[in-house]
């Protein structure tokens, strides 16, 4: 098992401290997937635990200028880390202005993967720092827990608003319940409610866009099912702790957010931002 | 005293407390003839600082000594403030250096305050009265000039390295070599290494202004201290000296800017293994302890207990009534850094017991550099409760139980139970010694162990009756 890579343009290493930063605010441990081609942060929670996902995919060649990887075998030519994104945003935390960064499966005093950062400095000296990220290597029997998520049928499919509009909406309503509902239609319209004893507050957002259903994203309307009403709601109760967590943590600005809802089985998020893609699944709680 | 601080000089001024401030929660002001000197000590006593402002530094000095008193007098009165009180004088830097066009600092000793004068711009005056207490001067024993290894550096370098640590890393160790000179982050033994970021950093002694280095070495200090400083030197934006020797031994950072001030800042390293420092160390001690001494405290004995408890102690002999936290502090100060965890056990507790007793009787022959933890040493703490009439033991109660013997003077040797075991920081740079279990194994053989061992149990039942 080997890996090395490098990354050596400063705009890639900023876009890569963002994304690493915007999942290390979301997750304290996860499953780093690396494959010829991309990188993948998985987190597949158990349903007693909360049973989020996390998928979150960083094509190589879109970050690294160098890149070689020596997988399990031939066939399987994967690795499959647990590791901390915490340890990785620290050890990016000084290289925003770094000549490079060399990204390495090391064997210290455990599996790491070492980042060893160029620092710039004033003088012609080089000047690196190296930082050992403790990681655990997955054995292959356990690769099959970590397998993309199978993506449900949806009843309603939404491009979100302005994530920090719906952020500050949130962090009011947190304030109120613990769940919040959300709802949209095929219309261009979505909702969202916490309801309480004492209150009922709502908060209505009109003129979305609802995207065309591509393969990534299947739609209810399969062909011997009734077109249904573009202005019935689709509603998911979901934990609001966790909604305004995710929208917090948003370091990178996506160009598209959108909100996949199957009534009463999981609310998608799919985040893409160039080549990027984060898909946040996230459990209906149920009344 | 009184002094008067220009309006250029301000900002200094202001920054070294904010430094001391980071080390320390006491100010101790003196005023000497060649200058006035600020100092803090640590709660865990492994780091001190020290500035010293000569009367150029100010407009206007008078260090309030009556001119024709005979110079070793020790009529000079120097007191001790809460660094918080002082700290809020010079809360808003930014703010301060726009401001402020001079400060005034007198000593009133009729109304026991130190006032602090800010004459600020369109004619405001800013006068805050600061409570202080008397007390003896806090002296650190430590030398500059014999070191092997010095190293000088512009701070902006040392503030890019460390700012490549993780904010909550405690320790930092410098590895160096003529070659390379090398930062990581020191690791304990937990949690799991294994599962800790290990981080290092290498510079090029070319990077260095200066960069004698006559003995390869490892040392491992506290990172917290080490920031404040930088930040400090930073400010400043002048050469950062660097001297020490080996593990064990104290590091001394120092900033000397000309005829202005001069700063050290003493900080304790980590012994290497708990037995290694105390042999050759402890043939100097002893010597020490005979050659000098002149006046003897009878508080000078509970000083010298064990290093376990000889620190808490420290602090709630000086500061019982006003920060029952800081035992509290010092106590988890203590169990950072203790080694003994794992393998602690009833023998190795009668031996950290046994520790004071000779120690104490050591100390009774010889005071200035009593031969345990060096923390003993200084002057201040076991005696700036006496002269001060402000404070007196009274709040027994608040502070944790351990304290109830530490407040009696005649039970010197008694053990305090639920203090932790000896500290790896053993090697204090107050009073030069390295005491070590090395020693008070040796003293102990001398002295016979099990008899200590009856006397802990005893010691531990008569506390329980207290």
Redesign the interface.
Known sequence: MRFRGKIADIGCIQHFTRIIGTLSKLIKVCVLRITPSNWYFILSEKLVSGGVHIWCELPQGHFFDEYALEGVSEEANEIFLELAPE?LT??L??AQNAKWIKIKLTK???P?LTFEVD?P???S?S????????VTVIPRRHWEDYEEPEVPQFDVTIAMPQLKILKNVVDKMKNLSNYVILSANQNGEMKLMVETDMVSVSTHFRDLVNPVNKDRVPSSQSSDAPEPDPHQFAEARIDIRKFAQFLTGQQVNPTKVICNIAKKKVVHFFLLHDDVSLQYFMPVVSS | MKCVIPGVNIKVFGRAIHALSKIGEELYIEPLAHGLALRTVNSSRSAYACFLFSPTFFQHYDDGTPPISDQDSDDAIRCKIAIKSCLTVFKSMSNVEKTVEKCQITLNVQKARLVFKLYCKHGIVKTHNLAFIECETLQAVFSKDMCPNQLTAQP?LLC?TV??F?SNQEEVSLIVSPEKITFKNYVDDEPD????????????P??FDNCQIGVDTDITFCLKEFRAVLAFAEITAMPLNIKFETSGRPIVLSIDADSAFEANFVLATLAESHSQTGNSSNATTQQRTASTGSRSYASRGRLNRGRSQNQSNNYTNSNHNRFPDRNKSSNDADLMDDDFDDEILVPNIARAASVPETNTKQSHTGKAFPPCSSRSSLNTSSQDDRPSPVIQPTLHQSVLEDVHAADDDEDEDMPVPGTPPQKKFRSMFFGMSQASSAVSQETQDQNGSRSHRQVLVEDTDEEEED
Do not use: F, G, M
């Open positions: 340890n620290r050890a935390k000084t210290k005093h455990s790491c620092l400095t004033l003088s000296h000047r690196t720092v190296v930082h050992d990220i403790p | 902006r890019d700012i490549n993780q290494p294994s599962k800790v970021v290990h981080t290092a950093l290498n510079l090029d070319d990077e």
